[in-house]
């Protein structure tokens, strides 16, 4: 299967900072991505679809002006939480759809992001 | 917004016992996938079942679908102490891909 990577693995940031979290994609072009918050003990929640060139499609309810998506390139899109609090504190997983194969997706390891 | 529910939430067994994992949606679907997490971990896919299937096994995971129920089940045959995670189905409609509340699975040696 695809390789999908995110980076940080973790991260801890003070209230009030901005924290950007990385996916990338490793062995294709993607252009299209998922991004999936996961609170603890919780499933995982769609948050926005991010398309390469254009913006993002986000859930409702989800502020796309705290979450800031930027799917720049082919192989990598990035979650930028504006103005953290600890209540963003979570688990952000990422997956890439595989171009031509509606039925295939790969996800990243996943970030936890702890907000002090 | 989650796509639908799981039972149980939670589910003890033994070592050696079965596990039944229930899985209901909503809307129509392309196909629905079952994932396992361990406990602050990555997603591990272990099947996929199409829309058109009924029932599909892989070593000791037997899936089955109904769809005019909106439903599917995850049997863990021989269930191991390894097999303790939390459990989703995700159901995947050609645009994205949603995820149910998942069930957590404790196998006791």
């Given at each position: ?23 990338r ?5 993607a ?66 759809k ?19 | 917004?989650?796509?639908g ?12 016992e ?42 000791r ?34 645009i ?14």
């Open positions: 299967g695809a390789v999908v990577s995110q980076h940080p693995s973790w991260v801890i940031c003070k209230s009030g900072t901005s924290v950007k979290i990385e996916c994609s490793l062995d294709f072009q252009t299209t991505m998922f991004w999936y918050r996961q609170f603890p003990k919780q499933s995982l929640m769609l948050m926005a679809t991010s398309n390469e060139g254009s913006k993002a499609t986000y859930e409702q309810g989800v502020e796309k002006d705290k979450f800031l998506i930027n799917h720049a390139s082919l192989t990598l899109s990035t979650l930028t939480v504006t103005s953290a609090h600890p209540e963003d504190s979570s688990f952000y997983i990422c997956s890439v595989v171009p031509g194969q509606s039925h295939e997706q790969y996800f990243g390891p996943g970030t936890r992001l702890t907000v002090t | 917004s989650q796509q529910e799981e039972d149980p939430q939670a589910l003890s067994i033994q070592e050696g079965n596990a039944t994992m229930n899985c209901s949606y909503k809307t129509s679907i392309n196909n629905l996938q079952w994932y396992r997490q361990n406990s602050g971990r990555g997603l591990v896919h272990l099947i996929l079942i199409r829309s058109n299937e009924r029932e599909k096994h892989s070593g995971l037997r899936v089955t679908l109904d769809t005019s129920k909106k439903s599917s089940s995850l049997l863990i045959t021989a269930s191991r102490a390894a097999d303790t995670a939390s459990y989703f189905c995700a159901t995947d409609d050609r994205d891909m949603r995820f149910g509340a998942g069930t957590r699975l404790t196998v006791k040696p």
